[in-house]
T-cell receptor, first 118, second 112 residues
Framework: NAGVMQNPRHLVRRRGQEARLRCSPM?????VYWYRQLPEEGLKFMVY????????ESGMPKERFSAEFPKEGPSILRIQQVVRGDSAAYFC????????????????FGPGTRLTVL | EDKVVQSPLSLVVHEGDTVTLNCSYE??????LLWYKQEKKAPTFLFML????IEKKSGRLSSILDKKELSSILNITATQTGDSAIYLC????????????FGKGTLLTVNP
């Protein structure tokens, strides 16, 4: 059973470009979470999605950031007009497919995408 | 705002030593505490703790939660170079069953 897959592993963008980060959850998992890890900081929750639904985006910056989890295909975290401060590691996690997460559900993480903005 | 603090931030030991990593938290409506090991890839799940005083064990690693002291420790005995990693502590709290709050991690280096 493959784990959580993320690609690309490394992404370099110039200021003003767009960054698209992809995440495929573990088989059988229907809940996807995105976290951001800035240098010298802990991972910070950004958004929680189920198929075709954004459930909680309270950790997402108000502008330039968006996320989706379509019926088919991976979840996408999209950052428009990137700035240097967006440079970070972006991790995706998934948890088992109950209707809603339970406090005993473990989140399994992907290897992350390291975004560098020049 | 929920807070998770880990100590020490970094630690260097020799193979065979025993280490204790600390995690303390200030959160509303605590639900569970998780430990992850992060090497140069995905944070790998180690333990989930929900009840005070019950030790979880996996090989040379063990962990225990103290809800009175709002803290947890992760012990690694007979350390090996392969234990070198960042150890992350995260807490699930508040009204959500999914929003983890992470500490900054402890960087453990085990020298041969």
């Amino acid at each position: 059973n493959a784990g959580v897959m993320q690609n690309p592993r490394h992404l370099v963008r110039r200021r003003g470009q767009e960054a698209r980060l992809r995440c495929s959850p573990m088989k059988g998992h229907s809940h996807v979470y995105w976290y951001r890890q800035l240098p010298e900081e802990g991972l910070k929750f950004m958004v929680y999605l189920q198929k075709e639904n954004i459930i909680d985006e309270s950790g997402m910056p108000k502008e330039r950031f968006s996320a989706e989890f379509p019926k088919e295909g991976p979840s996408i975290l999209r950052i428009q007009q990137v700035v240097r401060g967006d440079s970070a590691a972006y991790f995706c996690a998934s948890s088992p497919g109950h209707r809603s997460p339970r406090p005993t559900d473990t989140q399994y993480f992907g290897p992350g995408t390291r975004l560098t903005v020049l | 705002e929920d807070k998770v603090v880990q100590s020490p931030l970094s630690l260097v030991v020799h193979e065979g030593d025993t280490v204790t990593l600390n995690c303390s938290y200030e959160v509303t409506n605590f639900r569970s505490l998780l430990w992850y090991k992060q090497e140069k890839k995905a944070p790998t799940f180690l333990f989930m703790l929900t009840s005070s005083g019950i030790e979880k064990k996996s090989g040379r690693l063990s962990s225990i939660l103290d809800k009175k002291e709002l803290s947890s420790i992760l012990n690694i005995t007979a350390t090996q170079t392969g234990d070198s990693a960042i150890y992350l502590c995260a807490v699930l709290s508040g009204g959500s069953n999914y929003k983890l709050t992470f500490g900054k991690g402890t960087l453990l280096t085990v020298n041969p």
